[in-house]
């Protein structure tokens, strides 16, 4: 069983940074891998970053360049530092821990032009 717990979300200005947090509570296991996706009003959620267990990561294209995944393990927390942060930014974030499919419950981010 494992619990994750988003924060960090909020409102900013274009060209603005924001770092989300999400902290895992539970399975050493389910923690091994994990995510960050998002969804905006009336669209799909969408893949964002993975960062594997042996320390590889994936970007989105719309992020690559700007987001950067990160985790601290002494802290059982998974971070995304968002830099550049753009209108199409705005959505809900989720963080995901894959092998458990288990999803926390969002973090909602706001970017203004």
């Known amino acids: 069983q494992v619990r994750l717990v988003e924060s960090g979300g909020g409102s900013v200005q274009a060209g603005g940074s924001m770092r989300l947090s999400c902290v895992v509570f539970?399975?050493?296991?389910?923690?091994?891998?994990m995510s960050w996706y998002r969804q905006a009003p009336g669209k799909d959620r969408e893949f964002v970053s993975r960062?594997?267990?042996?320390?590889?990561?994936t970007y989105a294209d719309s992020v690559k360049g700007r987001f950067t995944i990160s985790r601290d393990n002494a802290k059982n927390t998974l971070y995304l530092q968002m830099n550049s942060l753009k209108p199409e930014d705005t959505a809900m974030y989720y963080c995901?821990?894959?092998?458990?499919?288990?999803w926390g419950q969002g973090t909602q981010v706001t970017v203004s032009s």
């Open positions: 995901k821990a894959d092998r458990c499919r288990t």
């Open positions: 539970g399975s050493a296991y389910c923690d091994l891998d």
């Open positions: 960062l594997y267990v042996t320390g590889r990561t």
